[in-house]
């Protein structure tokens, strides 16, 4: 059973552009969060996600950022307009069930940097 | 807001040593709490997780952890350190009703010299 697969592993883009991080849940798994680590800093939790809804987007950036789980596929964080205060590591976990004690599993992240 | 303290980014210890990593949160409410560790470029690995069952939590690689209510705190210990310990460690916290969104600390990275 493969763990949680993220990709691509390191991103780069330019200032402006747009960049786009996928996340393939463990199989079985229908309950997708994302986290940003900043340089230095803890994880910080953006995003949850079941499958074709959002359930909690209390961490996403108002702007820029958006997320989706869709029926198929990975999930899907989008950032437009990137600027350098974006470069982070962006985790991805994912559980079978939403629960608070439910342990969730985490992907070994995508690193974006922002030239 | 629920918060996750670790005191210590760095912490240095010598192989064979006891490690103690410290974690306090602030809460209102009981906690889920738990130990991630982190390899260099590696996604999170669960440690251990307290879910109110039993104060004393021991997790995988010799590690274990103890919750006090009447301190706040989650300090994770492990006896004997050794080399493949290296890494970085997090406390991490969930509450009733927010569905596994963890709250992290900032992390302490350990050092095992020989």
């Known amino acids: 059973n493969a763990g949680v697969m993220q990709n691509p592993r390191h991103l780069v883009r330019r200032r402006g552009q747009e960049a786009r991080l996928r996340c393939s849940p463990m199989k079985g798994h229908s309950h997708v969060y994302w986290y940003r680590q900043l340089p230095e800093e803890g994880l910080k939790f953006m995003v949850y996600?079941?499958?074709?809804?959002?359930?909690?987007e209390s961490g996403m950036p108002k702007e820029r950022f958006s997320a989706e789980f869709p029926k198929e596929g990975p999930s899907i964080l989008r950032i437009q307009q990137v600027v350098r205060g974006d470069s982070a590591a962006y985790f991805c976990?994912?559980?079978?069930?939403?629960?608070?004690?439910?342990?969730?599993?985490f992907g070994q992240g995508t690193r974006l940097t922002v030239v | 807001a629920q918060s996750v303290t670790q005191l210590g980014s760095h912490v240095s210890v010598s192989e064979g040593a006891l490690v103690l990593l410290r974690c306090n949160y602030s809460?209102?409410?009981?906690?889920?709490l738990f130990w991630y560790v982190q390899y260099p470029n590696q996604g999170l690995q669960l440690l251990l997780k307290y879910t109110s069952a039993a104060t004393l939590v021991k997790g995988i690689n010799g590690f274990e952890a103890e919750f006090k209510k009447s301190e706040t705190s989650f300090h994770l210990t492990k006896p004997s350190a050794h080399m493949s310990d290296a890494a970085e460690y997090f406390c991490a916290v969930s509450y009733t009703g927010t569905a596994s969104k963890l709250t992290f600390g900032t992390g302490t990275r350990l050092q095992v010299t020989l």
């Open positions: 976990a994912s559980s079978p069930q939403g629960a608070w004690d439910t342990e969730a599993f």
């Open positions: 809460s209102s409410v009981p906690p889920y």
């Open positions: 996600l079941q499958k074709e809804n959002i359930i909690d």
